[in-house]
């Protein structure tokens, strides 16, 4: 493989791999055992086979984002920030499933979702300075943590308080 070739690939193989690990870490500290069965959800929550799909949809939009903002900007410092900011995105979407399932704070969660919708708004801001495409490509995992945070609120009340 040419060097060119190399330097194509390594932002698909760095934002694929960071999507895998964020997919992996969150599948890791989610639970859907008797805790999660327990719980009383709204008539409007999807079938729980749903959120794999959409995940993995996202993620998948959210790594061609990511190597589309990489390739439309040659200058190091904002490449930096970009990774910094994927990297602290993926944290954050890792947390929220952390409270929610692994320490069963939905309420915990809630507070943390916001969190987590502000660093995708920032990096629709930030990708969009250089890649409209970019941006529009996050467009759909704002409106999935969205509908996610509009769901912990709802088993949040419908269910608290947690200890």
Not at 5 to 31: K, M, N, S, W
């Amino acid at each position: 493989m040419s060097a060119a070739r190399r330097g194509r690939a390594a932002p698909v193989l760095v934002a694929a791999a960071l999507a895998i690990a964020t997919a992996t870490a969150g599948a890791l500290v989610t639970d859907l055992g008797p805790w999660y069965q327990s719980l009383r959800f709204p008539s409007w929550k999807p079938p729980d086979w749903l959120f794999g799909p959409a995940w993995t949809l996202i993620f998948s939009l959210t790594a061609l984002a990511g190597v589309t903002a990489w390739r439309a900007e040659t200058d190091r410092r904002y490449r930096v920030g970009l990774v910094a900011m994927f990297l602290l995105n993926a944290a954050l979407n890792v947390l929220w499933s952390a409270f929610f399932f692994h320490w069963k704070r939905p309420d915990w969660a809630l507070v943390e979702v916001a969190l987590l919708w502000l660093s995708i708004l920032l990096l629709i801001v930030v990708l969009g300075r250089v890649s409209r495409r970019a941006a529009w490509l996050l467009v759909p995992y704002l409106v999935w943590v969205t509908f996610a945070a509009a769901l912990t609120r709802s088993v949040a009340r419908l269910n608290g308080p947690f200890a």
